[in-house]
């Protein structure tokens, strides 16, 4: 899957089954979710049916049963006109994600800190090299992709049972607001550093640091 788009490659094992349709339904809502997730859609941007289901190369089936279930749980709403759209929220509507973040995040990264095995301190320090280039080039895309990842390897690390299932609900409102703020500069220069902060605190096992640097980069975040 590239770019969007499902592609098939010759396969020489007869062993492999089929795509069903429920295969195929779950693959575009989870590319649909992800995309949200890594901010690669705006905050009141439309999502029309017909052009997603172009863009995927498929039918407006499962890109219907996908908006649909995005649409119950937040992460996508109906305009008057019919039209799907990445919500818009209120300023309060936004606190209140930071405060979710802050409540949730703050139980994974306490645990991620003891938790933590080499392996997964190399994947965290990758994604903050990633963060440290967006920085540099001013590359937003990948600033947002690396950002979404960095997290998630602490939820990880924290070895909490459900915690993606409690962050990503959350993280599908948060990706797009995610995108209009950072092209602030100082905003980005100040995320880049935050995300150097909790690395280095969570490799020193310095707990009360790491969440110090969480904390500043949700609430800068939203200070936009």
């Known amino acids: 899957m590239t770019n969007g788009t499902?592609?098939?490659d010759k396969l020489n094992s007869p062993e492999l089954s089929?795509?069903?349709r429920a295969m195929l339904h779950e693959q575009i809502y989870e590319?649909?979710?992800r995309n949200l997730m890594m901010g690669r859609f705006s905050p009141g941007q439309k999502l029309p049916l017909r052009g997603?289901?172009?863009s995927l190369g498929t039918s407006l089936m499962p890109v219907r049963d996908a908006l649909q279930r995005l649409e119950s749980v937040g992460s996508v709403v109906l305009t008057p006109?019919?039209?799907?759209?990445?919500?818009?929220?209120?300023?309060?509507e936004l606190h209140d994600i930071s405060v979710l973040r802050k409540a949730i995040e703050?139980?994974?990264l306490e645990r991620a800190v003891v938790n933590r095995s080499k392996y997964q301190l190399d994947q965290l320090n990758e994604r903050v090299k990633d963060i440290c280039k967006a920085e540099k080039n001013n590359d937003i895309d990948l600033f947002l992709e690396a950002n979404y990842h960095f997290h998630m390897i602490?939820?990880?690390?924290?070895?909490?049972?459900?915690?993606?299932?409690?962050?990503e609900p959350i993280w599908m409102k948060l990706g797009p607001t995610v995108r209009q703020s950072v092209p602030d500069d100082d905003l980005f220069r100040s995320s880049a550093?935050?995300?150097?902060?909790?690395y280095e605190a969570i490799a020193a096992k310095d707990g009360e640091a790491a969440l110090r640097a969480l904390h500043r980069d949700i609430s800068e975040g939203y200070s936009f």
């Open 6 to 8: 499902i592609q098939i």
């Open 18 to 20: 089929p795509v069903t």
């Open 31 to 33: 590319m649909l979710s």
């Open 52 to 54: 997603l289901a172009k």
């Open 81 to 92: 006109q019919r039209t799907l759209m990445v919500p818009l929220f209120t300023s309060k």
């Open 106 to 108: 703050s139980a994974a």
């Open 154 to 167: 602490i939820a990880d690390m924290s070895d909490l049972s459900f915690i993606r299932q409690s962050l």
């Open 193 to 198: 550093q935050n995300h150097i902060d909790m």
